[in-house]
């Protein structure tokens, strides 16, 4: 492993007790302006019996506290509009308006002030510091500037460390791959999914862009970049180290892989996390991951329900990391949202376990699933791009490693090359008909 970089030594390295007991320090201070002007958390804590920051003094009283979940935002800021009442300051202390990519319901609507805004950059860093960028590197940021705030976040991130900082919008991707090629880049980030596009587009114009200069790879959005098989598949594409990040527009970006790639570190001297059961609500070493942001005071979120499924590394939470670090990890990054498993056959099935197999082969390029419910069975099918003589024989041997990996029986069906979907910034390969026809 190279020599660690550290954003913050003292914090990332101290004692759990140590560590608690600063998050809890920086909570209370976050609390005093929350709950004078804050009219979303002053009436939601007041009715759990928090009137000042000192009311929690404890990790065991900070979770009594209640959960914040999206769908009380979304209806906040419907009943509120257009930015509902989670507002610590006047409309002119903020400077800068984002929104989630709306792929589970109505985009939510989300502000910085420029306090916060240097807190997400600050957050950003420790993502660049982990994976080993530096102020030397030139780092390309491939997808289109919108709304959606990682894009910006990314790039306010390299501008914290001292990196030179390449856009990539209003590209095609022949274009991004050029320009990569060509601008002596050396760091990629993009979505898993369109760096796989990227390479193919690359390969398809005789760009050698694993013999580019590119020497890291940084993904978020998707789980993929932890994922053994679609990790592998991205690090021979690109012949560069693949790194998993993970982070949300209402909370911050609050995971990041180091170079020991054990795991996503949690970024617990800016978040206090939690893993909770997401039906007793109770503390677990796999379920659902609970949040409460540090640093984002003019409009913060407290014990929200991220609606991530994650798992705990090792069996003891102080398990320190090779790296040196002590924050925890999480095994696989994000395995999936808790809304998209996908229940066939008596089966829980994460998108990302059948993402896993079918990027063990080599052979196959784009995919999509179909669940669908006939007669009394529900079907899972599989529509595989193939390259090479041998379709059927690679769709054959999907369908054997997906029933032995997962105990079920899928259809598997090649179909031809550049006949799916390619996708930007979240793929979308998976399509429930069973909850399509019910509406």
């Known amino acids: 492993m190279e020599t660690t970089s550290y954003l913050e030594p003292f914090i990332e390295t101290l004692g759990r007790e140590a560590l608690t007991q600063i998050q809890l320090k920086k909570f209370q201070m976050m609390l005093s302006p929350v709950l004078k002007t804050n009219p979303f958390y002053r009436q939601k804590l007041g009715e759990a019996g928090i009137k000042q920051p000192e009311d929690v003094q404890t990790l065991e009283g900070y979770q009594r506290l209640p959960f914040t979940t999206k769908e009380e935002l979304s209806a906040n800021q419907a009943a509120h509009p257009p930015y509902g009442t989670n507002l610590t300051f006047p409309r002119e202390r903020y400077i800068r308006i984002h929104q989630t990519s709306g792929t589970t319901g109505e985009p939510l609507r989300w502000l910085d002030t420029e306090e916060s805004w240097d807190w997400w950059a600050r957050c950003w860093g420790a993502v660049y510091n982990a994976s080993g960028v530096t102020s030397t590197d030139r780092i390309f940021f491939a997808f289109s500037f919108g709304p959606f705030i990682g894009f910006w976040s990314a790039h306010e991130g390299a501008r914290h460390i001292g990196a030179l900082a390449i856009p990539g919008g209003g590209m095609t991707s022949l274009q991004r791959a050029r320009t990569i090629y060509f601008n002596d880049i050396s760091v990629l980030v993009c979505t898993p999914t369109y760096a796989l596009r990227l390479a193919e587009v690359a390969e398809a114009e005789g760009i050698d862009i694993a013999n580019s200069n590119v020497r890291l790879t940084i993904h978020a959005g998707e789980p993929g970049a932890s994922l053994p098989s679609t990790k592998g598949r991205i690090e021979s594409a690109w012949g560069a180290k693949c790194y998993d990040h993970a982070g949300a527009t209402e909370v911050g970006a609050w995971g990041f892989e180091c170079q020991a790639q054990n795991g996503v570190h949690l970024n617990e001297g800016e978040f206090i996390c939690e893993v909770i059961d997401s039906t007793t609500n109770q503390p677990a070493e796999e379920g659902e991951l609970v949040i409460t942001n540090l640093g984002r005071i003019g409009m913060p979120v407290i014990r929200y329900r991220t609606g991530d499924h994650v798992k705990l590394v090792g069996e003891h939470i102080s398990t320190r990391c090779a790296c040196g670090r002590t924050f925890r990890r999480l095994e696989g990054g994000v395995i999936g949202r808790i809304d998209d498993v996908l229940i066939v056959r008596g089966v829980n099935v994460y998108p990302s376990a059948i993402e896993n197999i079918v990027r063990r082969f080599s052979e196959v390029g784009e995919f999509a699933v179909d669940v669908y419910r006939r007669g009394t069975l529900d079907e899972m099918?599989?529509?595989?791009?193939?390259?090479?003589?041998?379709?059927?024989?690679?769709?054959?041997?999907?369908?054997?490693?997906?029933r032995d990996a997962l105990g079920l029986r899928v259809v598997v069906k090649p179909v031809p090359y550049e006949t799916l979907p390619r996708f930007e910034l979240k793929a979308r390969r998976f399509t429930d008909h069973r909850r399509i026809n019910k509406s």
């Open 381 to 402: 099918e599989i529509r595989l791009e193939v390259s090479g003589a041998e379709p059927d024989m690679v769709s054959d041997a999907v369908a054997k490693a997906t």
